[in-house]
Structures are given as C-alpha cells and as structure tokens.
C-alpha cells in the first residue's frame, strides 16, 4: 500500500486502510518538537553579571547584573583579560621531569 503522503509504498495486512510511512512521521515530529537551538552570545564575557561593576562597550553600566541606566556613558569600558591556558602534562612526562629532579638531587648530594 502506498503511503498517505505518496512517497513510498509499505507491505501492510489486508484489513489495512491507510498507512503513513516512518520518514513522514519523524518529519511531522521535527515540525510539532523543533531542535533546541544555542543561545546567541551577548559579546559580554563569561561571569560579566557576577562583577560588582560591568562597562559595555556602548556605555551601559551594570552593577552585579543590573542594568543602571543613570549612569551610562559615565564610566568607560571594563578591560576584560584573556583566561590564561593551562599548560597540560602527560602522564609520561610528569615521570621524565620527576627522575630529572631526582637525578639533579642525587648529583648535588654526591659532589
């Protein structure tokens, strides 16, 4: 039998009367339960509503979070630095500097 939407035929019993195929159901799904999309980035970095106080760059002043429109323009924009990265060490070489250590240890015990 041909499916309802007629883009695919489907081996069902006889007393069927009509059938919809799995592609056009999870089409349907998709359209009543759409994907979650990612938020949009405010440009403002990570942690900006915990500050006691936050300059955007167009002027407006935030105090913990809260917008303070009285004071915008007043102050100029917060200097945001760079998170430094954390250098990460493989097992193996947490192991060779651990033994070069020992072996400088042991040089100037023996001199």
């Not at 695919?8 to 998709?30: D, F, M, P, W």
């Not at 979650?36 to 407006?60: C, L, N």
Request: glycine letters at 6%; charged letters at 30%; aromatic letters at 8%.
């Amino acid at each position: 039998m041909m499916c309802q939407k007629g883009c695919c035929y489907i081996s069902v019993g006889e007393r069927t009367k009509a059938v919809t195929c799995y592609y056009q159901i999870h089409r349907t799904l998709n359209k009543m339960f759409p994907e979650k999309t990612r938020p949009v980035s405010s440009g403002r970095p990570a942690g900006w509503h915990f500050m006691a106080v936050f300059v955007d760059k167009d002027g407006k002043v935030f105090h913990k979070g809260i917008e303070q429109p009285k004071l915008k323009g007043t102050l100029s924009p917060t200097k945001v630095k760079p998170r430094k990265k954390i250098k990460r060490r493989s097992k193996e070489q947490i192991l060779i500097d651990r033994h070069k250590a020992k072996q400088a240890a042991l040089k100037k015990i023996n001199k």
